[in-house]
């Protein structure tokens, strides 16, 4: 197991796959996953590719921390720079599911010199309207009041949160109203100045994730989305060999 201490905090990532190939990912997953739910992506992956996977704050076999100062987005967006540095990876396909997708979407704006390819899976680029974006952070907050009612067995419901090692229920409620939460405009703003090749893939059965989906199919300049049938919020993980299928003519394309 690897680990990288960043601001007193303990990261988990995994390094996998082929560490000489020219096209190296990083995969963030959602909220209340880890990076378990990737194994099936990994394993199809690892003979062409470099993946590199990790655990969020409060998630995973990642480092719960006490003081709720140290979950934001922001944290979060440096500890993908700082995993991507230790592993001497200038540029990489940036993706996640979920969360880890909007979180994917901030990055290229931070970084957009350290991403040659974006990949958002069963999530959406946030919302411009104030009133949406209460509703949403109402919805986050609810799910981290979770943890506080249920402790770690909330994790019960959806496939991709029984996956993983998770400690901490205190960390996930801390995930929850720090990281979960939403507070602008600008990742659903900067999704026309994207310039990178783009993957999206949404389950046709994620009902909530259907109208994010074909938003930013219209609004991103160069993408591809494809949808998966039979499959929920987490396609990866309900119709793999398809979600690989669409993964690897992608990554074959860039």
């Given at each position: ?50 993946i590199i996977s990790w655990d ?199």
């Amino acid at each position: 197991m690897t680990y990288l201490k960043l601001d007193d905090t303990d990261i988990y990532y995994q390094d996998q796959g082929k560490q000489s190939a020219k096209t190296t990912l990083l995969l963030s997953h959602g909220y209340a996953a880890s990076s378990a739910m990737w194994q099936q992506q990994v394993d199809f992956l690892s003979e062409k590719y470099r993946i590199i996977s990790w655990d969020m704050r409060g998630h995973g076999r990642s480092q719960s921390p006490s003081d709720i100062g140290a979950y934001s987005s922001s944290a979060s967006l440096q500890d993908m720079k700082n995993i991507l540095d230790a592993c001497d990876v200038e540029k990489a396909v940036i993706g996640g599911h979920s969360l880890g997708g909007y979180f994917s979407i901030l990055f290229n704006i931070k970084y957009a010199e350290r991403v040659s390819g974006l990949m958002l899976f069963n999530t959406g680029p946030g919302f411009r309207n104030q009133k949406a974006r209460e509703d949403w952070n109402l919805y986050a907050l609810n799910q981290g009041k979770r943890f506080e009612t249920k402790g770690l067995d909330a994790l019960r419901g959806r496939i991709e949160t029984r996956l993983g090692h998770h400690t901490s229920a205190q960390g996930l409620m801390n995930a929850a109203e720090k990281m979960l939460t939403q507070h602008d405009a600008s990742a659903i703003d900067s999704l026309p100045s994207i310039k990178v090749p783009t993957l999206i893939i949404c389950g046709e059965q994620d009902k909530g994730f259907l109208d994010p989906t074909a938003y930013m199919n219209k609004k991103i300049p160069s993408v591809t989305t494809v949808l998966i049938p039979n499959a929920r919020h987490a396609a990866n993980l309900d119709q793999p060999e398809l979600f690989n299928q669409a993964l690897g003519a992608y990554l074959s394309s860039l």
